[in-house]
């Protein structure tokens, strides 16, 4: 009888002792998987350190190219009066605005594309669809956006022009300059 009672003790014991190994290794998972993220993070952001802010693609932070200051030109695109008329998408109460800007494409002279697309001269035959893509862009965003978020509104036309040129990247990096909403 002393046998069959220290053998079912035993028995709940190492029930007991299943139950709650079970428990600590569910509770300590999402702590340990959290910790993981973490490190990971942490990694990532020193591998971008160590890469002097470049990604695996060659570019910086925030998608920009890091550029030679040697292979970087610029060009303005605008019109013959200079500057550029756009319309903005209208505003919760129905007040439609425009924006009057140049847009400043820097360009990457070390790329190849650019031997092919990026002269001056091939540039000015383009001018005009490239301000409808850029015009595009502006019809899609805000007054507020535009004024809250110009960062954002240089990448989506970056990106449209980037697509233009079948997504050549000779044309890096996108500003505006003289920005007046009306």
């Known amino acids: 009888m002393k046998k069959n009672l220290l053998s079912i003790?035993?028995?709940a014991l190492v029930v007991v002792n299943l139950?709650?190994?079970?428990?600590?290794?569910?509770?300590?998972?999402s702590t340990n998987s959290k910790a993981g993220k973490l490190v990971q993070d942490v990694a990532a952001a020193?591998?971008?350190?160590?890469?002097?802010?470049?990604n695996?693609?060659?570019?910086?932070?925030?998608?920009?190219?890091?550029?030679n200051i040697a292979d970087r030109i610029t060009y303005n695109l605008q019109r013959a009066d200079g500057n550029l008329t756009f319309a903005l998408k209208p505003d919760e109460s129905g007040q439609h605005y425009a924006?009057?800007?140049?847009?400043?494409?820097?360009?990457d002279t070390s790329n190849?594309?650019?031997?092919?697309y990026g002269s001056a001269d091939l540039l000015a035959g383009e001018t005009e669809s490239l301000i409808s893509r850029a015009g595009d862009v502006f019809a899609r965003h805000t007054v507020d956006e535009l004024m809250s978020d110009q960062?954002?509104?240089?990448?989506e036309v970056?990106?449209?022009?980037?697509?233009?040129?079948?997504?050549?990247?000779?044309?890096?990096?996108?500003?505006?300059s003289g920005l007046l909403t009306q």
């Open 9 to 11: 003790l035993i028995l």
């Open 19 to 29: 139950l709650m190994t079970a428990f600590l290794l569910f509770s300590v998972m």
């Open 46 to 54: 020193l591998e971008l350190e160590a890469n002097s802010g470049m």
């Open 56 to 67: 695996g693609d060659g570019t910086g932070l925030g998608g920009t190219v890091n550029v």
């Open 99 to 107: 924006v009057v800007t140049t847009i400043i494409l820097s360009l």
């Open 112 to 116: 190849p594309d650019y031997k092919t």
């Open 151 to 155: 960062a954002t509104i240089r990448q």
């Open 158 to 176: 970056l990106t449209e022009l980037q697509a233009h040129y079948g997504g050549s990247k000779f044309i890096y990096e996108v500003a505006f």
